[in-house]
């Protein structure tokens, strides 16, 4: 990720290579899974090589989907920090505070 300053008031990161497993997490509610399976489908269109990573707690419908989305096995949430290169959370506070707390130190 390459930072290119726009202005005094706002920057740009542009990508040096693309990424290759996306972590999409949401807040558990009917309205989230309809931006996530939006949010899903446009990021395969960017990055059509790029992993989708869901934890199975938030699969939901997506599971009925042609989405070609990964379940990670919340059971092994440790392996994320290892293999995300980008992480999205679909909520306020407590989903970010959730997901900062699943990647650690």
Same mark, same amino acid.
Do not use: M
């Given at each position: 990720? =390459?930072?290119?300053?726009? #202005?005094? =008031? +706002? ?5 040096? #290579?693309q990424?290759? =497993? @996306?972590? @999409? =997490?949401?807040?558990?509610t ?7 399976? /939006? @949010?899903?489908?446009?990021v395969? #269109? ?18 009925? /989907? ?14 994320? +920090?290892?293999?995300?290169?980008? @992480? ?6 407590? #989903? ?6 699943t990647?650690?130190?």
């Amino acid at each position: 990720l =390459t930072e290119k300053p726009k #202005s005094f =008031t +706002s920057n740009q990161f542009f990508w040096e #290579s693309q990424p290759r =497993t @996306i972590f @999409i =997490t949401r807040k558990e509610t009917k309205k989230s899974l309809e931006f996530l399976y /939006t @949010i899903a489908t446009w990021v395969k #269109s960017k990055f059509p090589k790029a992993k989708l990573l869901i934890e199975e707690s938030n699969i939901g419908e997506l599971a009925k /989907t042609d989405l070609p989305i990964y379940v990670f096995p919340s059971s092994q949430k440790k392996e994320l +920090s290892r293999i995300t290169d980008v @992480i999205i959370c679909l909520g306020g506070d407590g #989903s970010l505070l959730h997901i900062s707390s699943t990647f650690g130190a």
